[in-house]
């Protein structure tokens, strides 16, 4: 069972709902990239640019924003496991989006993408001994376990997904 001592408060939207499921952490990560695809593979070319209001991101920088948040959670976990006690910093989602060129990418390199990152973090949370998804580390001022970092990631995506269907679709 997960503390809400290996986590900022912030993040329990994310977390709450993965633990809740009841399913393992890997099971989360998998589930939540098949609902991705699910929702997001056929979506037509006109949706691909769309940004449902003035100042939000489109649909392709929603989903470079789920990659490299999940690169920079994944960093987090590698980092925590290895006992390094250095004190990572957050980073400004705005600045990587505006630095990102979404826009300019296929919307199926994005997703594509995506997949990979996905193949990628799912191996890397696999390989973490019991005892290493316990440690904790320091991630944008806060305390993070590497195991709470894996429900983020899933609980991030999955966030994502339903604003997509709600706002995008």
């Not at 809740?20 to 952490?25: F, P, T």
């Not at 250095?86 to 400004?92: A, E, R, V």
């Not at 995506?157 to 995008?168: F, G």
């Amino acid at each position: 069972m997960i503390s809400t001592k290996e986590y900022a408060p912030y993040f329990s939207r994310y977390v709450d709902p993965t633990v809740a499921n009841g399913r393992s952490m890997i099971e989360n990560l998998i589930d939540s990239q098949e609902k991705f695809k699910d929702v997001l593979r056929n979506v037509p070319l006109e949706k691909h640019s769309f940004a449902y209001a003035t100042g939000k991101w489109t649909l392709k920088e929603l989903i470079q924003h789920i990659i490299d948040t999940e690169r920079i959670f994944c960093y987090r976990a590698l980092c925590f496991s290895r006992n390094d006690k250095t004190s990572l910093p957050g980073f400004d989602q705005d600045l990587f989006i505006e630095a990102g060129n979404a826009n300019e990418r296929s919307y199926e390199a994005l997703l594509h993408e995506m997949a990979a990152v996905r193949t990628a973090t799912i191996s890397l949370f696999k390989s973490f001994s019991d005892e290493a998804l316990e440690r904790v580390g320091v991630g944008s001022g806060n305390n993070m376990s590497v195991r709470a970092a894996g429900l983020i990631i899933s609980g991030h995506q999955n966030h994502h997904v339903q604003i997509a269907e709600e706002r995008y679709l």
